[in-house]
């Protein structure tokens, strides 16, 4: 029990795992992320799943920090059933991965958003011209949902939406995914905003969990509800 390095990846056992969750957490969260989703993941083992997370310092080059991270979780690849978990920008990560998601069994988006650098980058607009930058994310907003929509690979699905989350594309993630026939979509709204997954635990860092009760509530409902979704797929393709 407890967290630990191996490799490039935080990893948290449970002592008897029974299938493994590969995440990663937005921009700027995800670089800590055993301490940015420390409650989400930690929820999630309580419910027998194996963590293994992906740190990242988040750049212009998408398709590469994808990579970079299948390669990660490759490297350490276990013998059980697999869930890709992303939130917000992890989210695009999973989908950008080489192997089109054939690696595992399922992939679950919370929070899933693809906007530009202008959105994403306060002030970008106004200081990349005075910069001299003119990039872009690579790849663009629509080129990557060009890519999720030529996805071939059958693969259920889950996106996570947060009724309060004005950040949220889940929308448009689903409208891309549902284009290849064999995949298995489901959408789940619940209610909270796009820091839900992740700001209890920050809150924990600083005040000890003394008056976020009601926040980790949330949380293991969150956890459950992916562990549910994750048991009635598995009982399907059995």
Same mark, same amino acid.
């Given at each position: 029990?407890g ?10 056992r ?11 957490? %937005? ?8 301490l ?16 293994h997370?992906?740190p990242f310092?988040p750049?212009? *080059? ?9 390669r990660?979780?490759?490297?350490e690849q ?11 920008? /992890? ?9 089109q ?16 650098? %202008?959105?994403?980058i ?6 990349a011209?005075?910069? /001299?930058i003119?990039?872009e ?10 890519i ?22 889940s ?14 979509v ?5 209610? %909270? *905003?796009?820091?839900t997954?992740?700001?209890? %635990?920050?809150r924990?860092?600083?005040?000890? /969990?003394?008056t976020? /009760? ?12 992916i562990?549910?979704?994750w ?5 399907l393709r059995n």
């Amino acid at each position: 029990m407890g967290w630990q390095q191996l490799g490039e990846l935080w990893v948290y056992r449970p002592r008897e795992p029974k299938a493994l969750i590969q995440f990663i957490g %937005g921009s700027g969260l995800g670089a800590t992320p055993h301490l940015s989703y420390r409650r989400l993941l930690e929820a999630l083992a309580e419910q027998g799943w194996l963590i293994h997370c992906w740190p990242f310092v988040p750049n212009f *080059d998408h398709q590469y920090l994808a990579v970079n991270a299948w390669r990660s979780f490759r490297a350490e690849q276990q013998n059980l059933a697999c869930l890709r978990l992303g939130h917000s920008m /992890g989210c695009k990560l999973h989908l950008l991965a080489p192997d089109q998601g054939r690696g595992c069994k399922a992939q679950a988006h919370m929070s899933f958003n693809n906007f530009s650098a %202008g959105r994403s980058i306060p002030f970008f607009n106004e200081l990349a011209p005075r910069l /001299g930058i003119t990039s872009e994310f690579s790849p663009g907003p629509d080129e990557t949902m060009q890519i999720i929509s030529d996805i071939k690979a059958p693969k259920d699905q889950l996106i996570i939406k947060f009724k309060s989350d004005e950040l949220d594309q889940s929308n448009l993630l689903l409208k891309c995914l549902n284009k290849n026939p064999s995949s298995n979509v489901k959408q789940l709204e619940l209610s %909270g *905003d796009h820091l839900t997954p992740a700001s209890a %635990g920050l809150r924990q860092q600083f005040l000890a /969990g003394i008056t976020d /009760g009601s926040r980790q509530r949330q949380l293991n409902r969150l956890a459950a509800a992916i562990t549910e979704w994750w048991n009635t797929q598995a009982s399907l393709r059995n």
